[in-house]
C-alpha cells in the first residue's frame, strides 16, 4: 500500500534537491505539478497498477487544461523514481528525458564510508568530507545540518544512547529535531563547537560569517540583509557539496538512505528510523527502506525455496 500526503511530497522536493542539478525554479515546478496531480489531498493506492492508472487518467486531464505536458510528464517520472517504481515510467507517456538515470544507488552504510574517502582529494575536500561523515551517522538532511547553531545542542545521556536536539525558534515555541549522536559525530561536533560562538553556523565557512556579522555590528547591513547574505552562503555549500558527492558519485540522499538501513539492519524497528529521519508518516519511511525491505524478502522466499527443495518433499 502507497499513501501519497503532504509529508511524502515535502521529501519528494528533498530528494529533488538532493539528486539533480537543475535551478530551484525548476524543482519547484515539479513539486508544483505533483501537487496539481494529487490536489494537496492523501491518496491511498493498494497496487502499482492503481496508482499508473491514477497518473495516467490525471496526466490526460491536467495537459488538456494546459500546455504544461512536458513538464507534467518529467515530475511524474521523478516522483516514480523517487517511489522507486521505475518499472512503472515506461508505462507512461515515452520520449520526455530526465536530466539524471541513475537514482537509489543503494549504498551501504560501509560502502559509502569508504567512498566518501575520496572527498578528501579533492578542493576544499576536508571540508566536504566532514560533512558527508556527519550527514551519514546522523541521517540528517543537508540543509538541517548547515543549520546547526553551537546554541542549538542540547546533548543528554539516555541508556548509553546519545540524543541531540536543536530548533530554531519560530513565532511561538521551536522547531526541534532529534538524531542519533555517534562517538564519531560527537567528535565533529566537539571539534566545530570548540571555538565558536553560541550564534555560529557550525558548519558554514567562518571566514565568510565573521565578515557578514562584521557589517551588521558596524550597522552597514540590516538584520534582514544579513540573513539574506546568510542564505547565500548556505546555497554557495550546498551548490559545492552537491558538486563534490557527483565526482565520487554519491548523493546527500544515498548517505541518508544508508543511514536508515543500517538503523533497521541494527533495531528492525521501523518507527524508530522513522523517528530518527524526522518523517510524520511510516509511509515514507518505508519508502527509504524499499531496496532493503524488497532484498530481504526475496532472500527469505530464495531461503525457502532451497530449504525445502524446488521439486518439494
Given at each position: 500500500?502507497?499513501?501519497v500526503?503532504?509529508e511524502l511530497?515535502r521529501d519528494?522536493e528533498?530528494f529533488?534537491?538532493?539528486?539533480?542539478?537543475?535551478k530551484?525554479?525548476?524543482?519547484?515546478?515539479?513539486?508544483?505539478q505533483?501537487?496539481?496531480?494529487f490536489h494537496?489531498q492523501t491518496?491511498?493506492?493498494?497496487?502499482?497498477e492503481e496508482l499508473?492508472?491514477?497518473?495516467?487518467?490525471?496526466?490526460?486531464?491536467i495537459?488538456?487544461k494546459s500546455n504544461?505536458k512536458?513538464t507534467?510528464?518529467?515530475?511524474?517520472?521523478?516522483?516514480?523514481?523517487?517511489?522507486d517504481?521505475?518499472?512503472?515510467?515506461?508505462?507512461?507517456?515515452?520520449?520526455?528525458?530526465l536530466?539524471?538515470?541513475k537514482?537509489?544507488?543503494?549504498?551501504?552504510y560501509?560502502?559509502?564510508?569508504?567512498k566518501?574517502?575520496?572527498l578528501?582529494?579533492?578542493h576544499?575536500?576536508?571540508?566536504y568530507?566532514?560533512?558527508?561523515l556527519?550527514?551519514l551517522?546522523?541521517?540528517?538532511?543537508i540543509?538541517?545540518?548547515?543549520?546547526?547553531k553551537?546554541n542549538?545542542?542540547?546533548?543528554?545521556e539516555?541508556?548509553?544512547?546519545?540524543?541531540?536536539t536543536?530548533?530554531k525558534?519560530?513565532?511561538v515555541g521551536k522547531?526541534?529535531k532529534?538524531f542519533?549522536?555517534?562517538?564519531?559525530a560527537?567528535k565533529?561536533l566537539?571539534?566545530?563547537?570548540?571555538?565558536?560562538?553560541?550564534?555560529?553556523f557550525l558548519?558554514?565557512?567562518?571566514q565568510?560569517?565573521?565578515?557578514?556579522?562584521?557589517?551588521?555590528k558596524?550597522?552597514?547591513?540590516s538584520?534582514?540583509?544579513c540573513?539574506?547574505?546568510i542564505n547565500?552562503?548556505?546555497q554557495?555549500?550546498y551548490?559545492n557539496y552537491?558538486?563534490?558527492?557527483?565526482?565520487i558519485?554519491?548523493?546527500s540522499?544515498?548517505?541518508r538512505?544508508?543511514?536508515?538501513v543500517?538503523?533497521?539492519?541494527r533495531?528492525k524497528?521501523?518507527?524508530?528510523?522513522?523517528?530518527l529521519?524526522?518523517?510524520n508518516?511510516i509511509?515514507?519511511?518505508?519508502?527509504y527502506?524499499?531496496?532493503?525491505l524488497d532484498?530481504?524478502?526475496?532472500?527469505?522466499?530464495l531461503?525457502?525455496?532451497?530449504?525445502?527443495g524446488?521439486?518439494?518433499?
Amino acid at each position: 500500500m502507497l499513501v501519497v500526503n503532504q509529508e511524502l511530497i515535502r521529501d519528494f522536493e528533498n530528494f529533488l534537491l538532493e539528486e539533480i542539478s537543475v535551478k530551484y525554479s525548476t524543482i519547484k515546478n515539479y513539486v508544483s505539478q505533483i501537487n496539481n496531480v494529487f490536489h494537496y489531498q492523501t491518496v491511498v493506492f493498494n497496487s502499482d497498477e492503481e496508482l499508473l492508472k491514477f497518473l495516467n487518467k490525471k496526466i490526460v486531464e491536467i495537459t488538456k487544461k494546459s500546455n504544461v505536458k512536458k513538464t507534467l510528464l518529467a515530475s511524474v517520472k521523478y516522483f516514480l523514481f523517487f517511489l522507486d517504481k521505475k518499472n512503472l515510467v515506461d508505462d507512461l507517456q515515452k520520449k520526455i528525458p530526465l536530466t539524471s538515470k541513475k537514482f537509489f544507488k543503494n549504498y551501504s552504510y560501509t560502502e559509502l564510508k569508504n567512498k566518501i574517502e575520496l572527498l578528501k582529494s579533492l578542493h576544499n575536500g576536508s571540508f566536504y568530507y566532514t560533512l558527508a561523515l556527519f550527514q551519514l551517522e546522523t541521517g540528517l538532511r543537508i540543509n538541517d545540518v548547515l543549520n546547526i547553531k553551537k546554541n542549538y545542542l542540547d546533548v543528554s545521556e539516555n541508556n548509553n544512547l546519545v540524543i541531540n536536539t536543536f530548533g530554531k525558534g519560530r513565532g511561538v515555541g521551536k522547531q526541534y529535531k532529534t538524531f542519533i549522536v555517534t562517538e564519531t559525530a560527537k567528535k565533529i561536533l566537539s571539534s566545530l563547537a570548540l571555538n565558536a560562538k553560541d550564534e555560529d553556523f557550525l558548519f558554514l565557512p567562518s571566514q565568510f560569517l565573521q565578515k557578514i556579522n562584521l557589517l551588521l555590528k558596524k550597522g552597514e547591513i540590516s538584520n534582514l540583509e544579513c540573513e539574506r547574505e546568510i542564505n547565500k552562503i548556505k546555497q554557495t555549500v550546498y551548490h559545492n557539496y552537491f558538486l563534490a558527492l557527483k565526482k565520487i558519485g554519491v548523493s546527500s540522499h544515498d548517505l541518508r538512505r544508508a543511514f536508515a538501513v543500517m538503523i533497521y539492519e541494527r533495531t528492525k524497528d521501523l518507527m524508530l528510523v522513522k523517528e530518527l529521519l524526522n518523517h510524520n508518516s511510516i509511509n515514507t519511511t518505508q519508502v527509504y527502506l524499499r531496496f532493503y525491505l524488497d532484498d530481504k524478502v526475496k532472500e527469505e522466499k530464495l531461503k525457502i525455496l532451497v530449504g525445502g527443495g524446488l521439486g518439494g518433499a
